[in-house]
């Protein structure tokens, strides 16, 4: 596969000079051209530099949906040194881990959350803080990125090469402290050219980012991927008010809509005005992160006739997509088939291809795959052999190729030897009226070893649902060894960022209950 760039900087410097007064950035009524782009990140670099960041050094981002986000990225290319995108939702003993497990020498934050930043060592950890918003008191500690910009400094370009490694993605840690995946300027490119081809992507096109910016979903297909062919970004700075969000895809005339399926099932059911349906300029739903329910795909097709919604699959270890359903034949429950570039097998537990149709360990292979976990050679030897990624995801393949995701590979249930996969439950629960959505955790048994307990979020105005009419609806639809021992109501399933359900909140929750 050939690459058009060598690195991010390169990427922006080619297109501020080539196309200086194309729109990179939409944010609100501001418009951000690639040539002014180009220049705040020269100048951000300049002030880097005279800082003391230099080639390899790590710097962590802890900053909202912003211009200043990918300013930071780019600059942080133009001198050698690696970004380390941390999620926003974490509390100060979290990134306090992240930022000691990196070696962060820096850290480049918004005010908006600035009571986290304080309530970890961060003096002891880095050398300077540079604030995104409003800073009250500036110091030579903590600077605004305002005044980082007007002091108008020059930096020296390190090139750095299609292998040196760009980004640090840290894992959501659902099992022990995050990993962090250090993902290099090949990786994250493959992912922008294989997608460019598959979506057809090009630079007329413009894609709407709300999503948080730090994941590595909205970061690598969100945001460099738009900006690797030429094309623009609309940068809204929160999903709220949601609104706003459909306000922006029409005025700006936007032509792929990248979500979660949280937001694909708000869509399904908000009332859009009429002029939004008949005027807006989108081609293509894109959703990642979480599995899309069913009758979330079936809404949005009967909603928007003419627009695709198109799942796909990946994970931060694959900078990150890996399969993604084609405009011309996307498949319902299918993340469909691999992207251009990369292989995806469906194997046993020696590594040994499994049939079509038959259920399996996932494994992937491409220029994709992440160079290792920061500092641990152990899970790594473990993740990648021979060049194959153990995704820790279970599924089958189709005739065509066309990948079918069962579960995650630890929250598969084994009830008397018998393997038990959540989501077939959980779609099964999500069909029943009243039902906004569902997991499926496994509980330990005396006799049949595990059984799975369903924990069922209600949708909007329902107050209860009848357990006997739920009951029956599953015994119609699954096998009698399936059928949860217990269900649970809950306000609200607890998620990460990017909407995909914390499991193992959900087993910690149980555990309490026995």
Same mark, same amino acid.
């Given at each position: 596969?050939?690459?058009?760039?060598?690195?991010?900087?390169?990427?922006?410097?080619?297109?501020?000079?080539?196309?200086?007064?194309?729109?990179?950035?939409?944010?609100?009524?501001?418009?951000?051209?690639?040539?002014?782009?180009?220049?705040?990140?020269?100048?951000?670099?300049?002030?880097?530099?005279?800082?003391?960041?230099?080639?390899?050094?790590?710097?962590? @981002?802890?900053?909202?949906?912003?211009?200043?986000?990918? %300013?930071?990225?780019? *600059?942080?290319?133009?001198?050698?040194?690696?970004?380390?995108?941390?999620?926003?939702?974490?509390?100060?003993?979290?990134?306090?881990? %992240?930022?000691?497990?990196?070696?962060?020498?820096?850290?480049?934050?918004? #005010?908006?959350?600035? !009571?986290?930043?304080?309530?970890?060592?961060?003096?002891?950890?880095?050398? /300077?803080? %540079?604030?995104?918003?409003?800073?009250?008191?500036?110091?030579?500690?903590?600077?605004?990125?305002?005044?980082?910009?007007?002091?108008?400094?020059?930096?020296? $370009?390190? /090139?750095?090469?299609?292998?040196?490694?760009?980004?640090?993605?840290? #894992?959501?840690?659902?099992?022990?402290?995050?990993? &962090?995946?250090?993902?290099?300027?090949? =990786?994250?490119?493959?992912?922008?050219?294989?997608?460019?081809?598959?979506?057809?992507?090009?630079?007329?096109?413009?894609?709407?980012?709300?999503?948080?910016?730090?994941?590595?979903?909205?970061?690598?297909?969100?945001?460099?991927?738009?900006?690797?062919?030429?094309?623009?970004?609309?940068?809204?700075?929160?999903?709220?008010?949601?609104?706003?969000?459909?306000?922006?895809?029409?005025?700006?005339?936007?032509?792929?809509?990248?979500?979660?399926?949280?937001?694909?099932?708000?869509?399904?059911?908000? !009332?859009?005005?009429?002029?939004?349906?008949?005027?807006?300029?989108?081609?293509?739903?894109?959703?990642? $992160?979480?599995?899309?329910?069913?009758?979330?795909?079936?809404?949005?097709?009967? !909603?928007?006739?003419?627009?695709?919604?198109?799942? &796909?699959?990946?994970?931060?270890? $694959?900078?990150?997509?890996? +399969?993604?359903?084609?405009?011309?034949?996307?498949?319902?429950?299918?993340?469909?088939?691999?992207?251009?570039?990369?292989?995806?097998?469906?194997?046993?537990?020696? @590594?040994?291809?499994?049939?079509?149709?038959?259920?399996?360990?996932?494994?992937?292979?491409?220029?994709?795959?992440?160079? +290792?976990?920061? =500092?641990?050679?152990?899970?790594?030897?473990?993740?990648?052999?021979?060049?194959?990624?153990?995704?820790?995801?279970?599924?089958?393949?189709?005739?065509?190729?066309?990948?079918?995701? $069962?579960?995650?590979?630890?929250?598969?249930?084994?009830?008397?030897?018998?393997? %038990?996969?959540?989501?077939?439950?959980?779609?099964?629960?999500?069909?029943?009226?009243?039902?906004?959505?569902?997991?499926?955790?496994?509980?330990?048994?005396?006799?049949?070893?595990?059984?799975?307990?369903?924990?069922?979020?209600?949708?909007?105005?329902?107050?209860?649902?009848?357990?006997?009419?739920?009951?029956?609806?599953?015994?119609?639809?699954?096998?009698?060894?399936?059928?949860?021992?217990?269900?649970?109501?809950?306000?609200?399933?607890?998620?990460? *960022?990017?909407?995909?359900?914390?499991?193992?909140?959900?087993?910690?929750?149980?555990?309490?209950?026995?």
């Amino acid at each position: 596969m050939g690459y058009r760039f060598n690195n991010f900087y390169e990427l922006i410097l080619t297109h501020g000079i080539k196309r200086g007064r194309k729109v990179a950035l939409f944010v609100g009524k501001e418009k951000i051209r690639y040539r002014d782009l180009l220049e705040r990140v020269d100048r951000f670099a300049g002030f880097l530099q005279s800082r003391g960041v230099k080639e390899g050094d790590k710097v962590a @981002l802890f900053l909202r949906n912003s211009p200043e986000f990918i %300013i930071t990225l780019f *600059a942080l290319s133009k001198l050698g040194a690696i970004a380390v995108p941390i999620n926003t939702f974490l509390k100060s003993e979290e990134l306090q881990y %992240i930022l000691e497990d990196s070696g962060a020498i820096l850290l480049v934050a918004s #005010t908006s959350h600035e !009571k986290v930043v304080q309530d970890t060592e961060i003096d002891s950890l880095c050398s /300077m803080v %540079i604030w995104e918003g409003d800073l009250r008191v500036t110091s030579s500690f903590n600077v605004s990125f305002e005044e980082a910009l007007g002091e108008k400094l020059e930096a020296k $370009a390190v /090139m750095r090469k299609l292998d040196d490694t760009a980004v640090i993605i840290y #894992t959501s840690g659902t099992t022990g402290k995050p990993k &962090g995946a250090m993902l290099s300027y090949k =990786n994250i490119f493959s992912n922008c050219e294989a997608g460019a081809e598959h979506l057809r992507i090009t630079g007329r096109d413009r894609v709407v980012v709300f999503l948080p910016m730090f994941h590595s979903f909205t970061l690598s297909i969100g945001v460099i991927l738009f900006l690797y062919v030429g094309g623009s970004i609309v940068l809204v700075k929160s999903i709220k008010p949601f609104n706003n969000i459909f306000k922006q895809v029409l005025l700006k005339r936007v032509t792929i809509f990248i979500g979660i399926p949280d937001v694909y099932n708000a869509l399904a059911k908000a !009332k859009l005005p009429w002029y939004f349906m008949w005027f807006n300029n989108l081609r293509a739903f894109i959703s990642g $992160a979480a599995a899309l329910q069913e009758h979330t795909l079936m809404a949005m097709e009967k !909603k928007f006739k003419n627009v695709a919604l198109l799942e &796909g699959y990946g994970l931060s270890e $694959a900078a990150p997509a890996v +399969c993604v359903n084609p405009l011309n034949k996307p498949k319902a429950r299918s993340v469909g088939p691999a992207l251009p570039g990369y292989t995806v097998k469906v194997v046993d537990e020696n @590594l040994v291809e499994l049939p079509r149709g038959e259920v399996g360990d996932i494994i992937t292979r491409g220029d994709n795959i992440m160079q +290792c976990y920061l =500092n641990k050679p152990e899970a790594t030897a473990e993740t990648i052999i021979n060049g194959w990624l153990l995704t820790g995801d279970m599924g089958s393949m189709d005739e065509e190729g066309y990948l079918y995701i $069962a579960d995650r590979k630890k929250d598969l249930i084994i009830s008397k030897g018998i393997n %038990i996969y959540p989501k077939e439950l959980e779609e099964v629960i999500d069909r029943f009226e009243g039902i906004a959505a569902s997991a499926v955790v496994g509980i330990s048994d005396e006799k049949s070893g595990e059984v799975p307990v369903a924990y069922i979020e209600l949708e909007e105005g329902t107050e209860a649902i009848d357990g006997a009419k739920l009951r029956a609806h599953l015994r119609k639809h699954l096998a009698n060894f399936k059928l949860p021992k217990m269900h649970y109501t809950v306000d609200e399933l607890p998620k990460n *960022a990017t909407g995909k359900v914390l499991k193992r909140v959900l087993k910690e929750r149980l555990q309490q209950k026995q």
